[in-house]
């Protein structure tokens, strides 16, 4: 399967001792379901990276399942959640009960509901994307304003996350200063990323696509955007299956309606 992880420039060096790292024994990337391009980019609005600086697709049938809603809440809640961890091999058993490929299997009946957990030292990066980069090369001689637009909404969005930082210093116990001040603008970078037709750029640029995917568009999304970002804060606030689906729901017919 190809998957989709967004990364610090330093990842392979950064190491996070995790929970989890230590129940599977090794350093587990996060990544989402990228082997087409709708289900890349919905997936792409619904992973929560630290410093998202740059893109990796790569190709692996070893990976581990987590329940994306379950992960979420376990992030925002105390309570004690059913995050159970599922390893590649528990559900090609499922998928041969029904005569199909993992692959079809969870692209045809699951493909926005699971977070994919793979060991780091077994990555082989097949595409990377600077996203920064990209963003800022994006920008024609004559789109000054633009960039002038994207540097005035970084810094207001740096500012405003480090108020909240300030009133808020439990949420951010372990997090300096500037890798805080790292990741916020990185993130900056990414919503310009996901906001325009940059994303469905690289990814028919890099990967074959299917015959329906030739239609999808990222042009509605920006007339959306508040729809969009209320339907993403709405999940994040009360992930659940339902909330999940009707985020996806709603990004797809964007995409994929002219």
């Known amino acids: 399967m190809r998957f989709l992880t967004f990364q610090p420039y330093d990842w392979r060096e950064t190491t996070v001792d995790k929970a989890i790292n230590r129940y599977l024994g090794f350093d587990a990337v996060y990544c989402v379901n990228a082997d087409y391009m709708d289900v890349a980019f919905i997936n792409a609005f619904l992973i929560t990276p630290s410093i998202p600086e740059i893109a990796i697709y790569f190709e692996t049938e070893d990976f581990y399942m987590i329940d994306k809603a379950e992960q979420e809440k376990s992030v925002i809640f105390t309570d004690k959640c059913d995050l159970g961890v599922a390893s590649a091999e528990s559900y090609k058993e499922i998928a041969g ?83 805080f001040l790292r990741g916020v603008t990185a993130h900056k970078y990414l919503n310009s990323y996901r906001y325009n037709e940059l994303f469905f750029e690289d990814y028919k640029k890099h990967f074959k696509i299917r015959k329906k995917d030739t239609g999808i568009s990222g042009k509605r999304i920006i007339d959306n955007k508040e729809a969009v970002y209320e339907l993403q804060c709405n999940y994040y606030n009360n992930p659940s299956d339902h909330t999940l689906n009707r985020f996806c729901s709603f990004l797809n017919d964007i995409i994929t309606k002219t």
Do not use: A
Not at 113 to 119: I, N, P, R, S
Not at 139 to 145: A, C, P, T, Y
């Open 97 to 179: 009960e029904w005569n199909i490929s993992l692959k079809k299997y969870i692209n045809t009946y699951y493909p926005y509901k699971f977070e994919y957990l793979v060991d780091k030292r077994n990555i082989r990066e097949k595409v990377i994307i600077d996203i920064c980069d990209r963003v800022s090369k994006s920008f024609g001689d004559s789109d000054q304003s633009k960039r002038n637009d994207l540097n005035d909404s970084i810094m207001d969005f740096q500012m405003n996350s480090w108020e909240f930082k300030k009133n808020n210093p439990e949420k951010f116990k372990n997090i300096n200063d500037c890798v």
